[in-house]
């Protein structure tokens, strides 16, 4: 593929498709930091999952998960360790910039399990979980470039297969 058709398929399709969480708006977003009070002013106590429970989901996703996600995911909701030689492009670095900021608004993954983001642990689950169902992810433009970039069956196997047991384990606290 010559340079300059590399350089339009890029830019074309950054800005032609819509962002890979279907254009939602962060008006809705959970802030994680708020406290909830009664009537009485006194904090109402979260029905949050227990220290001891995200780390054992986070150890099973460090096992058999995270592999999957550094090949197919952490480049756009994680720490990038190399980026593609088109990112030094004019134009495709900030559209890339900011695809990646997009990305890890929704879900970043950068430090294990729970995701940074704006999502709750189990909302984190339930997005994923439908994520995979709607095979969302990773974008059509990311895809063009990145043939290999779709989950394979025995992965999304993987995937659910984490995901139904750490809901299973945040359900029966």
């Not at 350089?7 to 930091?33: P, R, S």
């Not at 492009?89 to 430090?111: F, I, R, T, Y």
Request: proline residues 4%; contains cysteine; glycine residues 6%.
């Amino acid at each position: 593929m010559t340079y300059a058709l590399s350089v339009f398929i890029i830019v074309f399709f950054n800005l032609t498709l819509a962002h890979g969480h279907g254009n939602e708006t962060h008006q809705n977003a959970k802030v994680l930091n708020d406290v909830e009070l009664d009537e009485d002013g006194f904090e109402i106590v979260s029905d949050a999952p227990s220290k001891e429970m995200l780390e054992k989901i986070n150890g099973n996703y460090r096992a058999n998960i995270k592999k999957i996600f550094v090949g197919k995911c952490l480049s756009c909701h994680g720490v990038v360790d190399s980026l593609p030689w088109y990112y030094i492009l004019p134009g495709v670095k900030q559209l890339m910039d900011s695809d990646m900021e997009e990305a890890k608004k929704h879900m970043d993954m950068s430090n294990d399990f729970p995701f940074g983001g704006h999502g709750s642990p189990t909302d984190d689950l339930s997005a994923l979980s439908k994520t995979i169902k709607n095979d969302d992810m990773p974008p059509l433009k990311y895809r063009v470039m990145h043939w290999d970039s779709k989950l394979t069956k025995i992965e999304i196997q993987a995937i659910d297969q984490w995901i139904e047991e750490s809901q299973k384990s945040l359900n029966t606290k």
